[in-house]
Nanobody
Framework: QEQLVESGGGLVQAGGSLKLSCAVS????????MGWFRQPPGKEREFVAA????????YYADSVKGRFTISRDNAKNTVSLQMNSLKPEDTAVYYC??????????????????WGQGTQVTVSS
């Protein structure tokens, strides 16, 4: 059973940066597509970014393109999300997720099989 644990959330001013990390345990995780999602207050969970099993393919929501960067280190069992130029509308609980089938990465929330518990990101104006 894979386990995902996010860290790195916190409070930051608009224009600032944060780096989220997702530590993954499990024997097969390096073969999975990985993604980050977020759930703003009072809203549904939404796609943020995804990365293929090799790290060679990445996908971003239009709202974060050019500001966020997803990466993975299979040797260290981690997936990261570097967030720059943060805006108040980026405030949300951020979740790491793993997809067994979609090894190339996917933006579809229904394609993910394992989820972390989430980490809060708050951006003040």
């Amino acid at each position: 059973q894979e386990q995902l644990v996010e860290s790195g959330g916190g409070l930051v001013q608009a224009g600032g940066s944060l780096k989220l990390s997702c530590a993954v345990s499990g024997s097969s995780w390096s073969a999975y597509g990985m993604g980050w999602f977020r759930q703003p207050p009072g809203k549904e969970r939404e796609f943020v970014a995804a990365v293929s099993w090799s790290g060679g393919g990445t996908y971003y929501a239009d709202s974060v393109k050019g500001r966020f960067t997803i990466s993975r280190d299979n040797a260290k069992n981690t997936v990261s999300l570097q967030m720059n130029s943060l805006k108040p509308e980026d405030t949300a609980v951020y979740y790491c997720a793993a997809s067994i089938r979609m090894i190339a990465g996917t933006w579809e929330i229904g394609d993910y099989d394992y989820w972390g518990q989430g980490t809060q990101v708050t951006v003040s104006s």
